[in-house]
């Protein structure tokens, strides 16, 4: 397992825009497969976007266009970009790791051994 620490959670109005970023501690971090997931409360963990090892990227449908996700192989760190954000995008947000081979696609977060602590994003009407 590698240990995960994200940071850059807050409060924002909505339509405003965040930076989350996961820093992760390995030293193979470029074999890993990466997610952000949320959870609100009362609801299940959803899947936020996806970066595969091979470095393809997709998102859940109501995110596309809005949040981009990237991952600095030479900073061992994932982070996500969310722009136009909606007070229904208020939650707990976690990065996830898992070791994975070429063209792996973990997808559910049953897929993931490494979870971070999460960092809480808040969105006001």
């Known amino acids: 397992q590698v240990q995960l620490v994200e940071s850059g959670g807050g409060s924002v109005q909505a339509g405003g825009s965040l930076r989350l970023s996961c820093a992760a501690s390995?030293?193979?971090?470029?074999?890993?497969?990466m997610a952000w997931f949320r959870q609100a409360p009362g609801k299940e963990r959803e899947g936020v976007a996806f970066i595969d090892r091979d470095e393809s990227t997709i998102y859940e449908d109501s995110v596309k266009g809005r949040f981009s996700a990237s991952k600095d192989n030479t900073k061992n760190t994932l982070y996500l970009h969310m722009n136009s954000l909606k007070p229904e995008e208020t939650a707990m947000y976690y990065c996830?790791?898992?070791?994975?081979?070429?063209?792996?696609?973990?997808?559910?977060?049953?897929?993931?051994?490494?979870w971070g602590q999460g960092t809480q994003v808040t969105v006001s009407s």
């Open positions: 390995t030293s193979t971090y470029s074999r890993y497969c």
């Open positions: 996830a790791a898992e070791y994975c081979a070429w063209q792996q696609r973990p997808r559910s977060s049953d897929d993931f051994g490494s």
